[in-house]
T-cell receptor
Framework: GAVVSQHPSRVICKSGTSVKIECRSLDFQATTMFWYRQFPKQSLMLMATSNEGSKATYEQGVEKDKFLINHASLTLSTLTVTSAHPEDSSFYIC????????????FGPGTRLLVL | DAKTTQPNSMESNEEEPVHLPCNHSTISGTDYIHWYRQLPSQGPEYVIHGLTSNVNNRMASLAIAEDRKSSTLILHRATLRDAAVYYCILRYSGGSNYKLTFGKGTLLTVNP
């Protein structure tokens, strides 16, 4: 089946620094990738949708200048949390899908971010 | 987006069938019914999806009511590895918006 990887799997950083999380589709080309955030004991919340080669579409309430998303190729999307604060500590998960008409989303294993 | 209602939790015994219900009374004719599951500390995993007819795959079966206002995910023989949160999600099939809106899901516990 289709595999999506994320790197790093966990990261600890100091408040005020920036952290970049990579999401890769390993054996398929992903025209669309999604970024989610999940706080403990809660469900996934969609942050943004990114299509290869175009700007990401952010969900209401998600700051686009704080959560920078780049989808420069058909196999790689990155999420950069800028000037991270403790409240940004969360489980960040990406998903990817192939072309139009494909219903299935393939999820990465997630990245656990802890901001001190 | 049309909403879904699932029980907060369910229990099952190993090697027995499990029927996970989902109500979606406001479903529209163009909404796909998706099921994903999430094991602890992992990303979600696709299970199955359907539109009108029942669907089977190697993981599970999806039974869709005739009026489409409810559906049931069937795990034919539960194993300990099936313990997870199961999400029933409706996705509008019109347009190019493929985003999924996750609810709280059903926490399935499988007893040995």
């Amino acid at each position: 089946g289709a595999v999506v990887s994320q790197h790093p799997s966990r990261v600890i950083c100091k408040s005020g620094t920036s952290v970049k999380i990579e999401c890769r589709s390993l054996d398929f080309q992903a025209t669309t990738m999604f970024w989610y955030r999940q706080f403990p004991k809660q469900s996934l919340m969609l942050m943004a949708t990114s299509n290869e080669g175009s700007k990401a579409t952010y969900e209401q309430g998600v700051e686009k200048d704080k959560f920078l998303i780049n989808h420069a190729s058909l196999t790689l999307s990155t999420l950069t949390v800028t000037s991270a604060h403790p409240e940004d500590s969360s489980f960040y998960i990406c998903s990817a899908k192939t072309g139009p008409g494909e219903e299935t989303q393939y999820f990465g294993p997630g990245t656990r971010l802890l901001v001190l | 987006d049309a909403k879904t209602t699932q029980p907060n939790s369910m229990e099952s015994n190993e090697e027995e069938p499990v029927h996970l219900p989902c109500n979606h009374s406001t479903i529209s004719g163009t909404d796909y019914i998706h099921w994903y599951r999430q094991l602890p500390s992992q990303g979600p995993e696709y299970v199955i999806h359907g539109l009108t007819s029942n669907v089977n795959n190697r993981m599970a079966s999806l039974a869709i009511a005739e009026d489409r206002k409810s559906s049931t995910l069937i795990l034919h023989r539960a194993t300990l590895r099936d313990a997870a949160v199961y999400y029933c999600i409706l996705r509008y099939s019109g347009g190019s918006n493929y985003k999924l809106t996750f609810g709280k899901g059903t926490l399935l516990t499988v007893n040995p």
